[in-house]
């Protein structure tokens, strides 16, 4: 968390690179589960920065419908 991030924006300074890229895509796959994040507050700040970015909405939209799906299905699951 602040190993790597610290005061920067992304993970190489003031701009993203490529290891941002890739990084947020594993690190916002934990969305899909409710992966907790708020323990890193780096982490967050960063994911939120990424999310902010113009592209991130088209290239992420199929991936956030599903894991609103997901969520949908597990709230009306019922136990058996």
């Given at each position: 968390?602040?190993?790597?991030l610290g005061a920067e924006v992304y993970l190489g300074g003031a701009a993203p690179s490529l290891?941002?890229?890739?990084?947020?895509v594993y690190v916002t796959n934990?969305?899909?589960?409710?992966?907790d994040l708020t323990p890193w507050p780096?982490?967050?700040?960063?994911?939120?920065?990424?999310?902010?970015?113009?592209?991130?909405?088209?290239?992420?939209?199929?991936?956030?419908g599903w894991c609103d799906m997901q969520?949908?299905?597990?709230r009306y699951r019922i136990a058996a």
């Amino acid at each position: 968390d602040r190993h790597w991030l610290g005061a920067e924006v992304y993970l190489g300074g003031a701009a993203p690179s490529l290891a941002d890229y890739l990084g947020a895509v594993y690190v916002t796959n934990g969305e899909l589960i409710e992966f907790d994040l708020t323990p890193w507050p780096h982490v967050v700040r960063w994911t939120e920065a990424m999310k902010a970015l113009p592209s991130w909405a088209c290239v992420h939209t199929a991936f956030a419908g599903w894991c609103d799906m997901q969520r949908a299905a597990r709230r009306y699951r019922i136990a058996a």
